[in-house]
């Protein structure tokens, strides 16, 4: 299939969060034409059931892929990609790209063994985490934790409103406060939204810990599935498209341009 230098790539989330995926690849690709899509209106996906988001997401994405024909997509969130990477890789007939929890880094660089994983509610109870925490993580504590209120943290903290430090506080003790998270050394961000505020957790640590997320690796395999395709000769500006814009999309104008994206849209 030929590829035209301008065909974009898509990223997709419920909000902000796959930004934290787009910014990796961005580095990677500087010219590639991106599209940014955010389902707003189904916004947050995490306290949704299976069923819900096995039905919206992809439909949403053969929407998507129809409207602005990208070369290939990345579903940039960890509770769509757990739950319905397959139903999306079925419906579309280009490369998809999905986002998982980096077990397997943080079982590499865990020396006290107990690492925790801090994911929206809907991706922690995922068999997915079960089978990578037994493939990579035999050997660990492998603490799990849901959290809402983080997701909701990193949209306020990109539409520059001010944080409340208590959120990142409870979010760690959630992990910190179950039996073992005293010698937790390293942290799992499984919500595209959560190294958004990765500064925020960091200050609100107890003692140190590392924290691991999935968009170097991302920017890697869009790389390589992309190779020898030919790319705009200078960065072309991108476009955010949303299920539903409102006053809270629209005072996110100033952070999505700093990711490269003028233009919004809607769906
Ligand atoms: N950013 C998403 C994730 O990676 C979901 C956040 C939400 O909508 O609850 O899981």
């Not at 599209?35 to 439909?59: H, L, M, N, Q, W």
Request: hydrophobic fraction near 45%.
């Amino acid at each position: 299939m030929t590829v035209a230098p301008d065909a974009p790539i898509l990223f997709f989330d419920s909000g902000v969060g796959g930004l934290s995926i787009l910014a990796p690849a961005r580095a990677a690709l500087p010219t590639a034409r991106i599209v940014y899509a955010a389902d707003s209106a189904g916004f947050p996906y995490g306290t949704k059931s299976e069923a819900e988001i096995a039905a919206r997401v992809p439909a949403l994405l053969g929407r998507l892929v129809e409207r602005y024909r990208p070369r290939l997509a990345v579903i940039a969130c960890n509770t769509a990609s757990t739950i319905a990477l397959q139903h999306v890789r079925a419906a579309l007939d280009i490369p998809v790209v999905g986002t998982v929890p980096a077990i397997k880094p943080a079982a590499l660089l865990s020396k006290s063994r107990v690492f925790g994983v801090l994911g929206t509610d809907a991706t922690v109870r995922q068999p997915y985490v079960d089978r990578l925490a037994a493939e990579h993580g035999a050997d660990c504590i492998v603490l799990r934790h849901g959290s809402a209120a983080l997701v909701q943290l990193a949209e306020a903290k990109l539409r520059g409103e001010p944080l409340d430090p208590q959120v990142a506080r409870d979010a760690l003790h959630g992990l910190i406060d179950q039996p073992g998270g005293d010698r937790m050394d390293m942290v799992v961000l499984a919500c595209t939204h959560f190294p958004l505020v990765e500064q925020e957790l960091a200050a609100a640590a107890p003692h140190p810990m590392g924290f691991v997320h999935g968009g170097e690796g991302i920017a890697r395999r869009i790389q390589y599935l992309t190779q020898g395709q030919p790319w705009p000769d200078a960065p072309a500006p991108g476009i955010a498209v949303f299920t539903r814009v409102d006053e809270k999309q629209e005072a996110l104008r100033p952070a999505l341009a700093s990711y490269g994206l003028d233009r919004i849209d809607a769906l």
